[in-house]
């Protein structure tokens, strides 16, 4: 099935630790975005990527940091995990600025 | 500060209507999307409203007023699948999405 996929679907992390969650789309969208979602909190916007070459911080982006060498690629780098990062990960595209988002499964990530 | 406001939860009965306001304060505008999030999955989209007035999708509509910074999204005949969180969310200036906390809805027999 087209659309999104993520990679992992959870993950227990130690405090410290580097992770990188995975992201894929097959939608040829020029437009992805990583959220985290937290309860009792709309989505935040981490990083963005307009275009393959180019990304942008977004609300929450410190402790995060991205990469777009593709189109199809955007993977999130937690370089030094720490607690406050426990959340639920959201990947997402769209086709223009105007267009709706498509979201990938969402990575719940637990750092203890 | 750009802000989204919803209610938190709601309760409806099945074969009823329901309502969900939303309410924006934003920079600018580009357009109010709502989209519904079943507990554990990702969000998908329901509709978008640029213009004023009311959108229609089979049992569910959605409306905007602009002028006032407001949205509703109407749910006709419940069903037990409708039970969800419903997440409203604004395009600024910039293209930004601003999200709400979203409503849960619970739909009772």
């Known amino acids: 099935t087209a659309g999104i996929t993520q990679a992992p679907t959870s993950q227990i992390l130690a405090a410290g630790r580097s992770m990188t969650l995975r992201c894929t789309q097959d939608m040829r969208h020029n437009a992805m975005y990583w959220y985290r979602q937290d309860l009792g909190l709309g989505l935040r916007l981490i990083h963005y990527s307009n275009t393959a070459g180019t990304t942008g911080k977004g609300e929450v982006p410190d402790g995060y940091s991205v990469s777009r060498a593709n189109t199809d690629d955007f993977p999130l780098t937690l370089a030094s995990a720490v607690p406050s990062q426990t959340s639920v990960y959201f990947c997402a595209s769209s086709d223009s600025e105007e267009g709706e988002l498509f979201f990938g499964e969402g990575s719940r990530l637990t750092v203890l | 500060g750009q802000n989204i406001d919803q209610p938190t939860e709601m309760t409806a009965t099945e074969g009823a209507i329901v309502q969900i306001n939303c309410t924006y304060q934003?920079?600018?505008?580009?357009?109010l999307f709502w989209y519904q999030q079943h507990a554990g999955e990702a969000p998908t989209f329901l509709s978008y409203n640029v213009l004023d007035g009311l959108e229609e999708k089979g049992r569910f509509s959605s409306f905007l007023s602009r002028s006032k910074g407001y949205s509703y999204l109407l749910l006709k005949e419940l069903q037990m699948k409708d039970s969800a969180s419903y997440l409203c969310a604004v395009k600024d200036s910039n293209y930004q999405l601003i999200w709400g906390a979203g409503t849960k809805l619970i739909i009772k027999p």
């Open positions: 934003t920079s600018g505008f580009n357009g």
